[in-house]
């Protein structure tokens, strides 16, 4: 586990809840703006070096046994971000199940006033939309997976695609926006 877990612990910070096994490594970087550890769930044996955060006004991110989050990855939830056992993201991937700010121009503008000055608002609406990562499924380096989007089991998504639909179980996708390309052999549904 990294020092600055400890730390926030005993300081009595919000953080995260660490299974048997699971580890968070010197990049890892727990973001807990909502302030409830239990939003924040690492399942047992997985290895974090990337970001979880959840948003002031709700968010929760679930992570399997067995997992990886690589370094400079960012799964940001205001919503409900749930991968499954053995899901692999590699580097740099983004993972978002909202909008991250409104789109409206003077709502976007009151978030990043409130941001700067008083922190994350805890009444906002990001038009938050949930992902599931079912068991694995392999994200790609620089992948990107919007919110609303359910990734099937055994799916892979090549790197530096953009998932913006579901993508079956089995399913190799690429691109932008994300399409099958075709099946991982032997396991098509």
């Known amino acids: 586990m990294n020092v600055n877990y400890h730390l926030q612990r005993l300081l009595g910070r919000a953080t995260c809840r660490l299974g048997s096994g699971a580890r968070l490594m010197g990049t890892a970087r727990i973001r807990n703006i909502r302030g409830d550890s239990d939003c924040i769930a690492i ?5 974090i070096r990337g970001e979880l955060l959840t948003f002031a006004h709700g968010g929760k991110i679930e992570i399997g046994s067995w997992c990886y989050v690589g ?17 692999l993201i590699a580097h740099s991937v983004n993972i978002f199940d909202n909008l991250t700010h409104p789109i409206d121009p003077e709502e976007r503008h009151r978030q990043i006033q409130s941001i700067f000055t008083k922190g994350h608002p805890r009444h906002i609406d990001l038009d938050e939309r949930p992902v599931k990562i079912e068991e694995d499924a392999w994200i790609g380096a620089g ?19 953009v998932v913006t639909k579901d993508v079956a179980a089995g399913a190799i996708v690429a691109g932008n926006p994300a399409i099958v390309v075709k099946f991982v052999p032997g396991r098509e549904t």
């Open 43 to 47: 399942g047992a044996n997985s290895l």
């Open 71 to 87: 370094e400079s990855s960012r799964i940001w939830s205001s919503s409900l971000v749930q991968i499954a056992d053995r899901v």
């Open 143 to 161: 992948a990107f997976v919007m919110r609303g989007v359910r990734i099937g089991a055994r799916a892979i998504i090549a790197a530096g695609s």
